[in-house]
């Protein structure tokens, strides 16, 4: 018999109903030679620090540095405090009983570092000895289902992948536990001041953008605009240079003539390539900018989509597909021309030269870009649907033509220089999806602009000098968050660039949702408005431990490439130690700045 496990029950039905199995059991589904169970997410995770003797919360225990870690059944709250949850080991002695009798297992939980660590864990905690194999697919289509099924891959091609999931989760253990203990004691305060490996950086990030924003000190400087008329054309010039003092301006101003001469025209075309396909991240951070969704809602609605076949897999952090995957976007591209709002342009790429700006298989990682899957979608709800036009639209931009834009630059002058810009779209490409407004023109000051000649004299119709203040930074919000969290800080807006820092960001595409609920959770931060803002238990922890190593966006974005380099084969154990050593020397740290200070605690 053929156990296979998948990741939570929806996927295991699913894939049994693609194999014709249908005899339901409890906890599995049998059928034609196939037992098809699951797990419910993570039902193992390192065990509590009494499990290695380190009771109570004490000084003395610090750091605590097991040197063999356990596996512990998932608990859940009662009455009587945390317990081993009975679903799980119910669940773990079905898995068990099957393991127990399988001629082989073959491991289906999503194809990803955490699926992963899911399969092992059970595998491990139940001291199976048996060889497995792993079915790794990008899309739950039944095509897709069954042809990874065709092409089963040995479970030791994926030992790596492993340990690069181990790494994390021990590395998460050592910090927080830890952490969290020494501020806490070093604190005095009763209640639990929690600090983890990535959640305190990304705390660091919003606390240090809330208060350079509330302490921003607005200047003003001036500014001189002239109206110069052609032909019943009015356009607006700005000065060139800002002046700090009004009376600085009003002498620009009085010095401006009745006409002004347009002393130089320049009009240069400008090519926009298309967007990369979306990853994770960067889908969150559009659904986010388009409809306020959070990030954790968007990966819920996201793997909804997977599930129901309609996208491929969703927790990818690659924005390329390599050429085999490209061989079928034409015929995913023809499957969109009946789409109500971008229909029009699906069918004028059909047939069409695609841009290959997103193919590149050397950049694709464990999964590619997430693509529709050339299933029809029916009666989605409306912000499934939202999720799903945003993977579609986003598909037909990538592989359309350049957006071509002809910038303009009129210099004007009238006692001074006076300069108007304007951008003028002459081919949308790819900015026909969507039809969205240009980011480059929103700061514009003229809509257009009118035809003008070199050397000609203009009558100025109006003169005015404009008050205007500096801007801080804008707050957080869900979008530039994760956007800031990609490259662990750095502000980075080159798209090329930004994918290149993606090995050192904070976190993964597909635990950043989690990490921004996580200080939610804890009350560090909250959503006001769009925004997120830290509260004062989140600023005071911040304000303890933004000088220390825990605090450091670079430094932790750094273990990430690390735990990248583990999964293509460097060593652990190296790792292993590194952490150890850190996890000492922050432990020390904080028992050591904590006690100056008294942080509120929520309730």
């Keep these: 018999m053929k156990v296979v496990i998948a990741e939570k029950p929806s996927v295991g039905r699913e894939i049994a ?60 709250k009662t009455k ?43 595998y491990y905690y139940l001291k199976c000895k048996k060889p497995f194999k792993r079915l790794w697919i990008s899309s739950q289509t039944d095509e897709a289902i069954k042809e990874g099924f065709r092409k089963l891959k040995p479970g030791s091609d994926y030992d790596t992948l492993f340990n690069s999931a181990h790494c994390r989760s021990q590395s998460d253990w050592l910090v927080g536990m830890n952490a969290t203990q020494a501020l806490s004691l070093a604190s005095g305060n009763k209640g639990v001041l929690s600090l983890g490996r990535v959640q305190t950086p990304t705390l660091a990030m919003i606390c240090a953008r809330y208060l350079e924003h509330k302490n921003f000190v607005p200047q003003l400087y001036y500014q001189v605009a002239i109206h110069p008329d052609k032909d019943g054309q009015v356009f607006k010039a700005i000065s060139e240079k800002n002046y700090k003092t009004r009376e600085e301006a009003q002498v620009i101003l009085d010095a401006i003539e009745a006409t002004g001469n347009i002393l130089q025209l320049e ?19 559009e659904a986010n900018k388009r409809k306020g969704f959070t990030a954790d809602q968007t990966l819920g609605l996201l793997q909804n989509l997977y599930e129901g076949k309609l996208v491929t897999y969703p927790r990818t952090g690659s924005r390329y597909i390599g050429d085999d995957v490209f061989a079928g976007v034409p015929d995913l591209i023809a499957k969109l021309s009946d789409h109500p709002d971008f229909g029009k342009q699906a069918t004028a790429l059909v047939g069409a ?62 006692g001074s220089k006076f300069t108007a810009s304007g951008t003028v779209i002459q081919t949308p490409g790819w900015r026909a999806v969507f039809n969205d407004k240009d980011e480059e023109k929103k700061d514009e000051e003229n809509a257009t602009l009118p035809k003008v000649v070199q050397g000609e004299d203009l009558p100025i119709v109006d003169k005015a000098v404009l008050e205007k203040q500096t801007k801080p930074k804008p707050l957080f919000n869900e979008a530039s968050l994760l956007k800031a969290l990609e490259t662990a800080g750095k502000e980075i807006e080159d798209e090329d660039l930004r994918e290149a820092m993606k090995d050192s960001g904070l976190g993964t595409p597909a635990t950043r949702a989690a990490i921004i609920e996580t200080l939610l959770t804890r009350k560090y931060i909250l959503r006001e408005k769009k925004n997120l803002v830290p509260t004062e238990t989140g600023l005071s922890v911040y304000e303890i431990v933004k000088h220390q190593r825990i605090a450091q966006a670079e430094l932790t974005g750094n273990w990430e490439k690390r735990l990248e380099e583990i999964r293509t084969g460097a060593s652990v154990a190296e790792f292993q130690e590194e952490i150890k050593t850190y996890t000492r020397m922050i432990t020390q740290e904080l028992l050591q700045s904590g006690k100056s200070f008294k942080v509120s605690v929520p309730a």
């Design 353 to 414: 030269k695609l841009c290959k700006r997103s193919v590149n298989a050397k950049k694709v990682t464990d999964h590619h870009a997430i693509l529709p899957t050339g299933v029809s979608p029916y009666q989605l709800t409306s912000d499934q649907q939202a999720i799903y036009d945003m993977v579609a639209g986003r598909m037909l931009e990538a592989f359309h033509q350049d957006c071509i834009k002809e910038i303009t630059k009129i210099t004007v002058l009238s």
């Design 17 to 76: 109903k693609v194999f014709g199995a249908t005899t339901k059991k409890d906890g599995y589904i049998e059928g034609k030679g196939y037992t098809f169970t699951w797990a419910f997410g993570h039902l193992l995770q390192l065990a509590a620090p009494q499990e290695y003797g380190y009771y109570g919360w004490n000084v003395q225990n610090l750091p605590m540095l097991p040197d063999k870690f356990k596996l512990a059944i998932r608990k859940v």
């Design 267 to 285: 009009a240069k075309p400008r090519k926009e390539p298309p967007p990369l396909l979306h990853d994770l991240s960067s889908l969150q951070q």
């Design 80 to 122: 009587d405090g945390l317990i081993d949850d009975p679903g799980v080991k119910k669940q773990l002695d079905i898995i068990k009983k099957l393991f127990d009798e399988a001629t082989e297992i073959i491991v289906a939980t999503d194809a990803g570092r955490e699926g992963e660590l899911i399969f092992r864990y059970i």
